[in-house]
């Protein structure tokens, strides 16, 4: 790779990383959402809802599509996202009395 292109490249990696604090903000925001859910949830069986997990993946094809964006990237970002959530809300419920 000629010095040229590696100075870019690292350029582009440093704005990468920049993205990617931004988007810690994000899950962080997140999380404390999903916990004020969880909270609200009084069996384990609710923490899996397959037609809100369909409904969300169908729109978000949807708009991947109007954004141009390619929906098998964004399909299987929130897949993980969603099963990586689900999990965090298996491990951290509490039944309620």
């Known amino acids: ?3 040229l292109k590696k100075k870019k490249l690292n350029k582009i990696r440093k704005e990468l990383d920049k993205l990617d604090d931004s988007l ?3 899950i962080k925001k997140r999380t404390n959402m999903v916990k004020r859910v969880l909270a609200l ?3 384990k069986n ?3 809802d397959q037609k809100r997990i ?3 993946l ?3 094809k949807k708009k991947s599509i109007i954004k141009g ?3 098998k990237i964004t399909n299987k970002i929130w897949k993980n996202m969603i099963y990586a959530y689900i999990d965090f809300e298996r ?3 509490i039944k309620k009395k």
Do not use: Y
């Open 69 to 71: 964006i390619d929906p």
């Open 91 to 93: 491990r951290n419920f």
């Open 24 to 26: 810690m903000v994000i």
């Open 54 to 56: 369909n409904l969300i």
């Open 1 to 3: 790779m000629s010095p």
């Open 41 to 43: 949830k009084e069996r």
């Open 46 to 48: 609710q923490i899996v």
């Open 58 to 60: 169908k729109n978000i």
